[in-house]
């Protein structure tokens, strides 16, 4: 049984920062594709940022290129989301995900190519 457990949300003002947690149990953590959605009261969930098994390949949603950063920790069974200058339009529940794959690519930047997701936690930035 996979679990993946997201920590690290909270109330923060525009223009600060916070790093998000995705601890990942049930199963070698190196042989999962990660990634971070994000979902805003009454919109779609969306992506916001993939990294590779071996993280050597990223990708953001353009809405966060250059404010947030995806890392991940194998050794921890983690992977991060550092997000800084936010903006009250980045306030959404935040759900990390893992995939095992197979990918036809190094990285997995949409929904249905996940197959496992946190609870989520929510990141709320005031104006």
């Known amino acids: 049984q996979v679990q993946l457990v997201e920590s690290g949300g909270g109330l923060v003002q525009a223009g600060g920062s916070l790093r998000l947690s995705c601890e990942v149990s049930g199963r070698t953590f190196s042989s999962y594709y990660m990634g971070w959605f994000r979902q805003a009261p009454g919109k779609e969930r969306e992506f916001v940022a993939a990294i590779s098994r071996s993280g050597g390949y990223i990708a953001y949603a353009n809405s966060v290129k250059g404010r947030f950063t995806i890392s991940r920790d194998n050794a921890k069974n983690t992977v991060y989301l550092k997000m800084n200058s936010l903006k009250p339009e980045d306030t959404a529940d935040y759900y990390c995900?893992?995939?095992?794959?197979?990918?036809?690519?190094?990285?997995?930047?949409?929904?249905?190519?996940?197959?496992?997701w946190g609870q989520g936690t929510q990141v709320t930035v005031s104006s």
């Open positions: 995900a893992a995939t095992s794959g197979p990918l036809n690519s190094p990285i997995a930047t949409r929904r249905d190519m996940y197959d496992y």
